[in-house]
């Protein structure tokens, strides 16, 4: 995702990144340590203890497991409520088959970009 904010200058792009405890060193102090590798504005990072926004994303994107390492575009027109977030325009992961995301959807950093940059073309 990094690689995206880098080559792509629009202020159009935001990014956000939930820190998750899924391994048993992920910790805040951890994520806060990572978060000083990005130092684009346009990048807000969070903490999320509780796995409550994991628990939303699964649902929202049909997993059976832990929603970590997804890249999801949302547009401006997204509509988000507090039931559960709506389905991105896009998303890839990087996810095993046995997460249940579809594997043709497998992280491809090119693709990501382009649809990252078809999106802000939209705007």
């Known amino acids: 995702m ?6 792509i200058k629009s202020t159009n792009l935001k990014g956000f990144v939930i820190w998750l405890p899924v391994r ?13 590798n990005s130092k684009d504005q346009r990048i807000t990072e969070l903490w999320n203890e509780d796995l ?9 994107l049909k997993l059976k497991r832990t929603a970590f390492d997804v890249y999801l575009i949302y547009g401006p027109q997204s509509k988000w409520s507090k039931a559960a977030p709506p389905p991105p325009k896009f998303w890839m992961h ?12 497998h992280l491809n950093a090119k693709r990501l970009k382009q649809a990252i940059e078809q999106s802000l073309a939209g705007h």
């Open 52 to 60: 409550s926004v994991d628990a939303a994303f699964m649902q929202t």
């Open 2 to 7: 990094l690689d995206a904010f880098q080559t």
């Open 94 to 105: 990087q996810r095993s088959p046995r997460s249940g995301a579809d594997q043709s959807n």
């Open 24 to 36: 048993p060193t992920d910790n805040l102090s951890a994520a806060q340590a990572e978060a000083q």
